[in-house]
């Protein structure tokens, strides 16, 4: 039913707005049939006849083999090193919310690391009254907090900038995921140490090969950071930083320090790799962004989209897709289905969570044509998601990171969805 | 740290509540250490050195093995049969309110069935204007929703209606989960089949070799019932009913039928199996309660719990628990120290979500002493949930079902925890 690899180079394709009617028809019936004729009912199945498979004695679930093409995958030629490398979420194949842990994006810079969890310390230094050294049980004696946030990697929809590059929403916009962490809120930790009026900034630092440092402002920390050890209930998985990694809500992915073992207080930012020749944005004058934090409002269409072609013909259909915010909660998103000449308001369905991914869905008959699907997330700060072009005209086509573009979908007249621009 | 098979049964151990004194006293400072002497902190760790893992290339991620002990776990004495059978969810390790797909405790009467998609259809008939017959792409062309709601099944704690018997959370309480569903509201299905004005109640029938079915008053089935096709994001889990379960948000789990096959809507209930000789409540004058749909509101402390001891000592410490009505909200938990001469107000965390788990903490310092650890939950109607012997008192003792009776823990000097019952 879907391409499973569909991550190959596209060539850019311009579609002209006039080009396309738009798909909104005459409503034609479709979803229910008849059983006359249907064996799959008439009959009763093998699954009605026989025993299924006994309850789990001692093992961890899986899902069914019929949905073994749901799976995190990498794109091979974007980054060929497995170590220091990156892979996408479905996020065409997932519904609601909540991204289930064993699907959840990776991206290392040196492996994802393997820590037991015994020997693993976080320790507190630089401008703070007591020096700390806590074990995971020392941590599970604070108080703790429960929120579900986003995490999305800076990168994500960075092949983007220049035009159409992958032909799939998991690979335009798969460096996401939207879990409910569980974890120690910052300032109950910084209050143990007793942080120094000189004290500023706050550097995380991995205990991963990498050893990834990043400066963050103690108005940040104190305000909703979280040193979270668990996610959607449980640990948290190993490549996501086991056995504890920041959370650093609305803000890009690589500084949420994953495998996390040293928090320093300081008067100034570090300056690290991370945050000077990496992870800034050059501007078409040569010079760079930085500190570029906030992850701005973007929405994108997981259905229909390039791994999810419309199969089942016109009539009724239901178009869905994310949207979030690193600065709150998505109370709208626009829907267009012929390149921005009418735009229809999205249904919004499931928890609005600040700094969560946020759930839309338009339902309409298609009638069968061409159309060019775009979504456009609006902000509770009243932020609305630019175009490419908007975005391209401020700060060029050098970029890699922080493209919240709004994402054009082709749809021909055989249901097949293609990554395209409309210019 | 933990005892993972705790179940073997336990004698009932009575405990005058005048016995003990309750754990708060003095501040004793613990949950942090100076580095001194601790080459955790102070030497390079392996995982600092090496390369860790690459990333997943078409995989589904798993936990780390140092986490092997979270899971589904049987109770053998209690049902053999693993085709007919029971297991629990491991809450004890558990924290927030989502539980990962992967640890969902298990029911089937007739083991999990294994169903091709491709061949799976849902029909409705009976007093419809319209006899239909649905494949899941059908399903996936109605508008669907999004909603967390927990399931409990109704024999959930139904082995401790006659004293303490199973000396673990997951054991007593493990029979539940709570996920994001997705999935179309029947509203919607019976609106496409036209309802007859003689419609009043509607059989829902699974496509499992047990054929399970339970009968429903259409004015549930119109307020919030879903046909669901995804938890937590993904498709389904096998055992969970995969591709197809109905929600029936509130009420007992055996009413939430799996690989939901045919809908069919009457004039009065079936008096099927599953709701005449089986999941009713015997009374002690020999009649039975019937059609006892909703679950009560329920708590339980989590941890400290029998497989959750305290190994940290005296000084500070988190309690926490789980909180739940099937009529709504969980404004309020009470938790006690001492078996109920004093309550306090635990901390309410996380969304609070309709029909869905809720996560309570309470925060003290442990004298070091022994202390008799109950929750009490409060709901949103103003419910309060009851004894254990309220419950007999009005009950008797001759049920399995429903048992919402507050759970109470004996905590030893040593840290060690009991299943008791204050008496």
Request: one cysteine or more.
């Amino acid at each position: 039913m879907t391409k499973d690899h569909p991550a190959g180079k596209t060539t850019r394709r311009a579609f002209m707005r006039g080009a396309v009617a738009g798909g909104v028809g005459t409503l034609v019936t479709g979803g229910a049939a008849k059983a006359a004729g249907d064996a799959a009912i008439l009959e009763v199945q093998p699954w009605s006849r026989e025993l299924g498979v006994g309850v789990d004695a001692s093992g961890y679930g899986m899902p069914s083999p019929h949905e073994a093409g749901v799976h995190r995958t990498p794109v091979d030629w974007l980054t060929a090193d497995p170590f220091a490398s990156i892979n996408f979420t479905p996020i065409h194949k997932l519904d609601g919310i909540i991204t289930p842990n064993g699907v959840c994006f990776e991206r290392h810079h040196s492996g994802a690391a393997q820590i037991d969890p015994a020997a693993h310390r976080l320790m507190i230094n630089g401008l703070v009254e007591r020096e700390l050294v806590f074990t995971m049980d020392d941590l599970r004696r604070l108080p703790r907090e429960n929120h579900v946030y986003f995490l999305e990697c800076t990168a994500n929809s960075g092949m983007e900038w220049r035009g159409p590059q992958l032909n799939g929403v998991q690979f335009t916009h798969g460096m996401i995921h939207n879990v409910m962490y569980t974890g120690v809120p910052l300032r109950h930790l910084l209050a143990e140490a007793g942080v120094k009026l000189s004290g500023k900034w706050v550097l995380f630092e991995g205990a991963d090969a990498a050893g990834l440092t990043r400066s963050v402002p103690m108005e940040k920390v104190m305000d909703d950071c979280l040193v979270a050890f668990a996610m959607n209930g449980e640990a948290l998985r190993v490549e996501q930083g086991y056995p504890l990694r920041l959370v650093i809500p609305g803000w890009e992915g690589n500084m949420w320090i994953k495998w996390l073992r040293r928090i320093e207080v300081g008067d100034a930012p570090w300056h690290a790799k991370e945050e000077t020749s990496k992870y800034t944005d050059l501007m078409p004058d040569g010079r760079a962004r930085r500190f570029t934090w906030v992850m701005d409002a973007k929405s994108v269409i997981t259905s229909p989209s390039p791994q999810m072609p419309i199969r089942h013909g016109k009539g009724r259909m239901v178009l869905t897709g994310l949207a979030w915010s690193g600065r709150g909660t998505i109370p709208r998103v626009d829907v267009t289905l012929d390149g921005g000449k009418n735009w229809h308001m999205a249904r919004m369905d499931g928890p609005s969570l600040d700094k969560s991914l946020h759930r839309f869905y338009y339902e309409f008959d298609w009638d069968g044509g061409e159309m060019l699907l775009q979504s456009r997330a609006h902000d509770n700060t009243g932020y609305v998601q630019p175009t490419k072009d908007a975005l391209r005209a401020l700060r060029g086509v050098n970029s890699t990171y922080h493209n919240n573009g709004i994402q054009t979908w082709h749809v021909g007249r055989d249901g097949e969805v293609e990554n395209v621009e409309i210019s």
